[in-house]
């Protein structure tokens, strides 16, 4: 009876490290996922600068909008984008951002001279690249994230989740009317 008990006991000790390891490799995933999304978003803040200068000498009616990339690109700035809990304020600042630099793309149909400018294309060809990139990052963050939480989410994982303190993670979703092109007036 003791040998039955104690196989039971080894046989429950070593599905709940099984579980444990599982846990550690999808979180180990999902903050790979959350890097990958956090270098594009720095190579983006990177390429603001020489693209708010490139369009500052054209566009001289935008001023607002050259701010507000400036303000955005500032505020991401200040936030700690390789932690992973920050997602929501990094989540609202990235997409607004977005918007606002897909604002400033668009400026170029009412400036030929800028959409003539080989400096203001060969960013834009960076930006659109980055962009992919960020979209990319995103599908496999949020495919890390789906397969963290469905792991948490199922049994006996939820169980020993609420014993080993496993946590679900946030997706990182486009905000609302994202999908639709921004509206540029003058």
Excluded: C
Excluded at 28 to 54: A, C, F, H, M
């Amino acid at each position: 009876m003791l040998l039955v008990i104690l196989g039971i006991v080894a046989v429950l000790v070593f599905v709940g490290m099984g579980i444990y390891n599982k846990y550690i490799k999808l979180k180990n995933l999902n903050e790979e996922g959350w890097s990958g999304i956090e270098v594009y978003l720095q190579k983006r803040l990177d390429l603001i600068p020489n693209l708010v200068n490139t369009v500052k000498g054209y566009a001289t009616h935008e001023q607002e909008t050259l701010e507000n990339v400036v303000r955005l690109r500032s505020q991401m700035m200040s936030i700690d984008t390789k932690d992973i809990d920050n997602i929501e304020k990094i989540q609202k600042i990235e997409n607004e951002l977005t918007k606002t630099l897909r604002s400033i793309m668009m400026l170029q149909e009412n400036y030929p001279d800028l959409k003539a400018n080989e400096g203001f294309l060969n960013l834009q060809n960076q930006l659109s690249q980055i962009e992919t990139e960020i979209q990319s990052s995103r599908k496999y963050y949020n495919g890390t994230v789906r397969d963290r939480n469905t792991f948490i989410e199922t049994f006996p994982n939820n169980v020993l989740g609420g014993i080993f303190g496993f946590k679900k993670a946030a997706f990182f979703d486009a905000v609302e009317g994202a999908e639709r092109a921004p509206e540029v007036k003058f």
